[in-house]
């Protein structure tokens, strides 16, 4: 059986005090909680403070990004060993505002991957359309190139520390959410190109998650649908109510 995993990406949000207030609601609304596998990414600078709170929980850590080099001159960046050592397990790599806004590519997007792979971070994969390719009838053309972009290369065995996200651009902070019919169908086409790249066991196995102005209304019916194995949560997990009722539909 897939893993389900419920994923908070906090964005450039939270002050250190916020992190950590933020951090401890979220814990305490899902102590015990064994639905599926629960992370938060809040910023950088909040890594330790918030692995503090939740170290001894059913809550893991996770990082926005990383930098694919291990140490050196340069500036701002992160390297997989740092966040380990802040305590993190998972790193979302390829989001679309890393593309969009920060010049993020396939080829950068690949270094970061192995990187991350190689210390022993699980990585989140981000992929996803823009609106004009929707419209022009491009979204499978689109995840195609993006997925032999990020993981050309790769192994077999290497897919099976990964998990997908897949998050339609035009729906990420618009308040536009793909259906559940059209998240399926993109998702599907996800597994199919696994299993021509990488085999039944990697496709049957791998996490596939939904992103996209996911919310506690919407999370029941696109968990139902058979691809969707969880949820990476923009701005509703800034409220540990709403991120607490998308977990629980996850468990559903």
């Known amino acids: 059986m897939r893993k389900k995993l419920v994923a908070g990406n906090w964005k450039m949000n ?22 599926a596998e629960l992370l938060i990414c809040p910023p ?23 930098y694919y080099e291990k140490s050196g001159a340069f500036t701002s ?33 690949n270094k970061k991957l192995q990187a991350a792979l190689g210390i022993g971070l699980i990585p989140i994969l981000c992929i996803g ?27 077999t065995d290497w897919m099976s520390n990964m998990v997908i ?16 019919e059209q998240a399926e169908s993109s998702h599907k086409f996800i597994r199919e190109k696994l299993t021509r790249d990488f085999g039944n066991q990697v496709a049957d196995e791998l996490t596939i998650l939904y992103g996209g102005s996911v919310n506690s209304d919407n999370s029941d019916a696109l968990i ?26 996850a468990s559903k």
């Open 14 to 35: 939270t002050t250190a005090d916020e992190a950590v207030k933020l951090a401890k609601e979220i814990k305490a609304r899902l102590t015990g909680f064994n639905g």
């Open 44 to 66: 950088y600078i909040n890594l330790i403070p918030v692995h503090k709170v939740i170290e001894k929980s059913v809550i893991k850590l996770g990082s926005q990004d990383l």
């Open 77 to 109: 960046g992160i390297s997989g060993e740092m966040l380990k050592s802040a305590g993190c397990h998972y790193v979302i790599v390829g989001h679309s505002e890393r593309r969009a806004i920060f010049g993020d590519t396939d080829e950068l997007i």
């Open 129 to 155: 359309e823009k609106l004009e390719d929707r419209e022009a009838g491009l979204t499978e053309k689109v995840i195609e190139s993006q997925l032999d972009g990020a993981l050309m290369g790769f192994p």
């Open 165 to 180: 996200g897949y998050e339609p651009v035009w729906a990420i902070g618009t308040g536009k959410t793909a259906t559940p």
């Open 224 to 249: 139902a649908e058979n691809n969707i194995d969880g949820f990476l949560v923009g701005g509703a997990s800034l409220k540990a109510e709403s991120f607490e009722k998308i977990a629980r539909s």
